[in-house]
């Protein structure tokens, strides 16, 4: 990778760190709303798709935790930490993924994005389960499809209209670019 490039997306990573820390003002700090709309989602699922994976990984588990220290929101134990496992898996799958896409279009955005979402949510349960186990308390079906699927419903449609329309407005701009011209080989003659 150039050195440029290199810049670049750590620039990029670092924007994306200040959004991640800003966005939860706009839900006004208050958890409920926050964990419908899920701010802090949206900038690391961005950071994965447009700087990669490393990138990704890195703000999606460094994000929860120092915006839980700077501002005390959300709780750092087990809330932020879970939720630095869950943003770090989705910065990993959503940059790997489409990362290693053969076309890089917005069919292949939704697969990613759906994958990251399914992937981040498993990782999160795993993740509260152990750390409420530490704490002695209990982690149950009910309260990981409360928390993890019906609770979010507003910020998955969000994520999957937002995420895919700046990238598309990204590729119109050249600042990121799809990829997702087959090239085909015309008949004979033609």
């Not at 994000?63 to 910065?91: D, H, K």
């Not at 994958?115 to 990782?123: E, I, K, P, S, Y």
Request: glycine letters at 12%; hydrophobic letters at 55%.
């Amino acid at each position: 990778m150039n050195v440029k490039r290199t810049i670049q997306n750590l620039t990029l990573a670092a924007m994306f760190l200040a959004l991640g820390l800003v966005m939860p003002f706009l839900t006004g700090q208050i958890p409920e709303i926050g964990s419908m709309l899920l701010p802090m989602h949206i900038p690391v699922l961005l950071c994965g798709l447009i700087c990669g994976w490393k990138h990704g990984l890195a703000v999606g588990f460094i994000l929860p935790l120092m915006r839980s220290v700077l501002f005390g929101m959300p709780p750092l134990w087990p809330t932020a930490a879970a939720m630095a496992f869950e943003l770090a898996a989705y910065g990993l799958i959503a940059g790997w993924l489409y990362g290693h896409s053969r076309w890089k279009c917005v069919l292949s955005l939704y697969r990613c994005l759906l994958a990251a979402m399914v992937g981040g949510r498993a990782v999160w349960g795993c993740a509260m389960v152990v750390l409420t186990g530490m704490a002695g308390q209990t982690f149950g079906w009910a309260m990981f499809l409360s928390g993890a699927l019906l609770n979010a419903i507003p910020g998955i449609l969000l994520q999957l209209i937002f995420i895919p329309a700046l990238m598309v407005a990204l590729d119109r701009t050249g600042l990121v670019r799809f990829t997702c011209k087959r090239h085909m080989k015309h008949p004979a003659g033609e």
